[in-house]
């Protein structure tokens, strides 16, 4: 076939029986994952015939409803034709079968994708025609692929469904379908657009470290929130809670690391697991590291045991199982104890400029805060920092400082702006960010719209923050951002120092910016009064 000849492929099957479990009671789900990775290969999808169960056809009974799919080349997405009982469903079918042994035997279908299919009934024609084609035949399903193998058709790819996904299935059989016609295929992982398509190509272009941090900020603020429950003394015995919680973030962050990397669904989930169980002694760094290993390794296995012709099971296991635990065994042995050696140094670092003049750190961080989250320096540096500060204490110095000098000083610009606005626009504008500071300790951007419209919020707001900065500083008081801000004291080792600390930011912030808001509509009526 010449190379700029576009392959057409026809998809037909059932929800099935073990596969029901593992993506068939979403057929949109499941023939969507399909139509994403031969979009990436240049393959057209010709004709569908799917046939959809309320259950599993292990347990199928005559009064069991289905639904019959098909494909709408308009909408490029399958569509329900036919909804009834599983009985008049397979009749209904019988046309769509006809209609893809037709197109089989005209030449307009070069292969056949099948899942849990039925050749000896709902698709005997169009096995049959792909049979007498010599067409290649890929799927899923032990019974029914062995029948449609003893009927003559050319199985180039066979596999039962246990431990498989829709994203998995789809891979391997664009893989095996593309290496038997010398098409050049990459995976598309993640967003399946197609202006991501290159960049799914190579998984090292996936490696986002700055994602990996904020995906896992749940899981401290989690362990946060039990340190504060274990200070009641009624509760403390949360404090054997914490130190397995402690143990569990390399985890969390290497499940987070692999999925991003690999997004394969429950493999590179297992995979992560894996590595980052045996990655704890590396602190999170060390999860980190192992979660980008193993997620590097899960795509690499998968692609080159789907390329040896593995069963879907064993690619699966392989490339979960082994990709975890090679990464694993790596951070174990050789670089955990390097990597927990560089999370403390980090720490050791800022902890001796703190010791050195808290005053002074604190006022620095606190005036450096604001240029750091406008500049984008936040999230790539100070958030990692927060993160290993908490990963021994459960709060930190600079998340303190993030409180005090961010979302406290947002607070009270955008309250400001409720009460006392320049235009009264803006009180509806300024309302929901006021609630989302006080009541989730995030969305400081909230305050934007006002700083950069007025040299005297924008001035007054790194101000209030080095002022709050020098106050945490003074009370040296570790605590957290990104929870409720009536939450932060209770989750500080200081709640009084915090809660002043906090104070004076908000309320130095509000009046700087009512007075820079009164001083604008002042010359704004003096102007208007001169005009007339």
């Keep these: 076939m010449g190379s700029n000849e576009m392959m057409r492929i026809a998809i037909l099957g059932s929800s099935g029986g073990n596969l029901f479990n593992l993506g068939g009671k979403d057929p949109e789900k499941l023939i969507g994952e399909i139509v994403a990775q031969s979009k990436s290969a240049g393959i057209e999808i010709g004709i569908v015939q799917f046939i959809a169960a309320v259950e599993s ?109 829709n994203r998995t299935r789809a891979i391997s059989f664009m893989t095996s379908l593309c290496k038997h016609w010398g098409i050049q295929y990459y995976p598309v992982l993640g967003d399946t657009s197609s202006k991501h398509k290159a960049a799914s190509s190579s998984p090292w272009r996936r490696i986002n470290l700055k994602g990996i941090m904020q995906s896992s900020l749940p899981g401290f603020i989690a362990m946060a929130i039990v340190l504060a429950l274990s200070q009641i003394p009624a509760l403390k015995g949360l404090n054997d809670v914490f130190d397995i919680m402690l143990k569990a973030l390399p985890v969390v962050l290497a499940v987070i690391a692999a999925k991003q990397v690999s997004d394969m669904d429950e493999v590179s989930i297992v995979a992560g697991v894996i590595a980052g169980s045996l990655s704890i002694q590396g602190g999170i760094i060390g999860g980190i590291i192992g ?52 999370g403390e140094f980090i720490k050791y670092i800022i902890n001796m400029a703190i010791s050195f003049n808290p005053i002074v750190a604190g006022v620095i961080a606190g005036l450096l805060i604001w240029p750091a989250i406008l500049g984008g320096v936040y999230h790539a540096a100070i958030l990692p920092i927060v993160l290993l500060e908490m990963e021994k204490t459960g709060n930190s110095f600079l998340g303190a400082i993030d409180m005090v000098g961010l979302v406290m000083v947002s607070a009270g610009i955008t309250l400001a702006n409720i009460i006392a606005p320049r235009d009264k626009g803006e009180a509806a504008v300024a309302t929901p960010g006021f609630l989302i500071n006080m009541g989730f300790g995030t969305f400081v951007e909230a305050a934007y719209p006002f700083m950069f419209s007025n040299k005297m919020v924008f001035g007054g707001a790194i101000f209030a923050a080095g002022v ?13 951002a990104y929870v409720p801000s009536f939450m932060g004291p ?22 700087i910016t009512l007075v820079a808001n009164k001083t604008v509509r002042s010359k704004s009526s003096i102007n208007l009064e001169t005009t007339k």
């Design 57 to 165: 056809m292990d347990v199928a009974k005559e009064k069991t409803t289905a639904s019959l799919y098909v494909w709408d080349p308009a909408e490029n997405r399958i569509i329900r034709t036919f909804e009834g009982l599983l009985k008049d469903t397979n009749e209904a079918a019988a046309e769509v079968d006809s209609a893809i042994s037709s197109q089989i035997h005209s030449g307009l279908i070069d292969g056949l994708i099948v899942m849990s299919a039925d050749p000896n009934h709902a698709n005997k024609l169009a096995i049959l025609a792909a049979a007498e084609k010599g067409i290649p035949v890929v799927g899923t399903g032990g019974t029914s692929m062995a029948l449609i193998s003893s009927k003559g058709a050319k199985v180039i790819a066979t596999s039962g469904t246990t431990g498989t996904t």
């Design 468 to 480: 709050g900065g020098g106050l945490v500083g003074v009370f040296n008081v570790r605590g957290t």
């Design 291 to 342: 979660g980008i290993g193993a997620g590097l390794l899960v795509q690499f296995l998968f692609v080159k045991c789907v390329q040896w012709r593995f069963p879907m099971t064993t690619v699966n296991i392989v490339a979960g199982g082994f990709a975890g635990l090679l990464s694993g065994l790596i951070m174990y042995y050789l670089i955990a104890p390097f990597a927990l050696q560089l």
């Design 490 to 511: 209770f989750l500080s080792n200081n709640m009084i120092g915090f809660t002043i600390s906090m104070g004076v930011a908000f309320v130095l912030t509000f009046l």
